[in-house]
């Protein structure tokens, strides 16, 4: 089984958990583009290292994401990860506030992005959570 990894920035924290088969991200504020592509690149890295298609993204602390970054990380990022993952099925467990997700569902320069995301055809899953317990769980449902 691979060792527990830890990778820790000022913007986010990446943990792949063993014990749960599960990569948590868990980011700290807001940030730039720029930045915040070289997070998800980090991220997508250790989950091939660990063989890992169950991610927890924690976004409650990013009130304030770039309608660019959900543009680029829906159609772009996310298709891009499940390609790397097969033949497992990406499994988005989005771990978010509920202001900033009505935020999101409510604002037209997100809305497109959101409902894009949670389509069931994309190749990959998405769900959005309140409760971090819930969205483990669905995360393991996907390994059986």
Known sequence: MPNSTVLATTTRTIAYRPDLGILIVRWHQDASLSV???DYQTMLDVAIENNCAQ???DVRRRENTDPQLSAWASATFYPHAAA???PQRLRLGILNSAYI???FRNDPAHQQHVAYMLAPERPFLANVFDDEGEAARWLQEGKK
Request: glycine fraction near 0%; charged fraction near 15%; proline fraction near 0%.
């Open 36 to 38: 915040l592509q070289a």
């Open 55 to 57: 991610w927890l993204l």
């Open 84 to 86: 790397h993952l097969l």
């Open 101 to 103: 997700y009505d935020r």
